[in-house]
Nanobody, 122 residues
Framework: QVQLVESGGGLVQPGGSLRLSCVAS????????MDWYRQAPGKQRDMVAQ???????NYADSVKGRFTISRDTAKNTVYLQMNSLKPEDTAVYYC????????????????WGQGTQVTVSS
C-alpha cells in the first residue's frame, strides 16, 4: 500500500503565506505526477497545481503567480508554496499522486492523502 500524508496547513491572515508538504511512503516503485487539490465547504474538489516526474507544472488560473508547486523526488515529497493568500483560498487541501507499486509496477493508480485545512481570515 501507499500512504500520502499532508502537513503545513493552518490559520493565516489575508496576504500571508503557507507551505504545504506531502510525503508519499509505502510500497512505491515509481511516482509519476504529484498534485494538489482543494475543496471548500459545499463545493467540488478542484485541481490547484500539478507537477510531473520531469518537473513540468500546471496551475489553476486562480492561483497562478501566487502558488508554486515543487518536488523532491529523492524524498517522495511534493510542496505547495502559497503566497498572497486570499480568503477564497480557504479549503481542505489534498495531495494526490499517480504511483506504481513494487507489487504491480505496470499498473499506475491514484492515491490520496487525508487533507490539511487552510483557513485564510483576519
Amino acid at each position: 500500500q501507499v500512504q500520502l500524508v499532508e502537513s503545513g496547513g493552518g490559520l493565516v491572515q489575508p496576504g500571508g503565506s503557507l507551505r504545504l508538504s506531502c510525503v508519499a511512503s509505502g510500497d512505491i516503485f515509481s511516482i509519476y505526477t504529484m498534485d494538489w487539490y482543494r475543496q471548500a465547504p459545499g463545493k467540488q474538489r478542484d485541481m490547484v497545481a500539478q507537477i510531473t516526474s520531469a518537473g513540468g507544472t500546471n496551475y489553476a488560473d486562480s492561483v497562478k503567480g501566487r502558488f508554486t508547486i515543487s518536488r523532491d523526488t529523492a524524498k517522495n515529497t511534493v510542496y505547495l508554496q502559497m503566497n498572497s493568500l486570499k480568503p477564497e483560498d480557504t479549503a481542505v487541501y489534498y495531495c494526490e499522486a499517480l504511483v506504481t507499486t513494487t507489487r504491480v509496477p505496470s499498473a499506475p493508480r491514484y492515491y490520496w492523502g487525508q487533507g490539511t485545512q487552510v483557513t485564510v481570515s483576519s
